[in-house]
């Protein structure tokens, strides 16, 4: 039997199905398509009435409500350390009208993140002793674990400001500004912690937190990178070997991004290991 071909392939979808197979004798037991010739265009004009009309309904539908972002979920800072950490990070790398700042790149995240980890437990510090004053080239001599360092100076900070009926959120740019300074270069005990010996670790922090890779916790989106124009942990640059004096005009890539440029945090990852 000579089996006819299909005058239209939208309208012969189901004959093409049916009967376009290769062994199929019986085309005449194939129903005929409803909608072929004239047929055919009522029905695509039937479709595009129904779409229609399904599109003004769902427009006429209040929008679902924007869904504010979720509050972080810190490992090991609570809220009041969480508190005194974003309003002095935000003023140590403040925002602009272009750039975000150390809040805004998630530094709080990623110094929490320090602190829960090995680093930050000193698994990895000579821990027994004696403890006397070094030099500066010595490097850090205090018993304390940096965990420990960050929880006992900031406690210590904001029993100060307590007292004081304030907190370090709450007071002034400019006042927070004049407090970073002065424990900058000061002596005095925060705890038992040498106070610029504390700015010095949460000064180190901010920077690494800011421009460090995102699988760490912080410098989201690459805000830090796209600032500064640095493109990231591209493995090869094969394509640029012979080219000289050109701008790399690439966006940035993070060591934990796929294919798709969704980076991958994980949290088995330590932070940072010295």
């Not at 972002?69 to 403040?94: G, H, K, Q, W």
């Not at 965990?147 to 304030?166: M, P, V």
């Not at 709450?170 to 900058?184: F, G, M, R, V």
């Not at 591209?234 to 005009?249: E, F, G, M, P």
């Amino acid at each position: 039997m000579t089996k006819s071909k299909p005058t239209s392939l939208s309208c012969s979808l189901h004959s093409t199905t049916e009967a376009g197979i290769a062994g199929v004798d019986h085309v005449q037991d194939v129903p005929p398509n409803p909608f072929q010739g004239g047929r055919c265009r009522r029905g695509r004009r039937r479709v595009a009435e129904a779409l229609t009309q399904v599109a003004t309904e769902a427009a006429a539908q209040p929008s679902p409500p924007v869904q504010a972002p979720s509050p972080p979920t810190y490992a090991f800072l609570n809220a009041d350390e969480a508190a005194f950490l974003d309003a002095a990070v935000a003023r140590l790398i403040p925002a602009d009208d272009r750039w975000p700042g150390a809040r805004e790149a998630g530094v709080t995240n990623y110094i929490d993140k320090q602190m829960a980890s090995a680093w930050g437990a000193g698994e990895r510090l000579y821990r027994s002793g004696p403890w006397q004053p070094g030099t500066p080239s010595q490097g850090y001599q205090l018993p304390l674990t940096p965990a420990e360092l960050f929880r006992t100076a900031i406690g210590a900070i904001n029993r100060e400001l307590a007292a004081k009926g304030t907190t370090f959120a709450k007071l002034s740019p400019a006042e927070q500004d004049a407090y970073l300074h002065s424990i900058e270069s000061d002596d005095r005990s925060l705890g038992g912690v040498p106070a610029k010996e504390f700015f010095a670790q949460l000064w180190q922090s901010t920077i690494e937190g800011f421009f460090g890779d995102p699988v760490y916790g912080g410098n989201r989106d690459m805000a830090a990178w796209r600032m500064i124009g640095f493109p990231g942990a591209y493995a090869s640059y094969y394509d640029l070997v012979d080219k000289h004096r050109i701008a790399l005009d690439r966006r940035p890539m993070s060591l934990a991004e796929d294919t798709m440029g969704h980076v991958h945090v994980d949290p088995n990852i330590p932070t940072k290991v010295r």
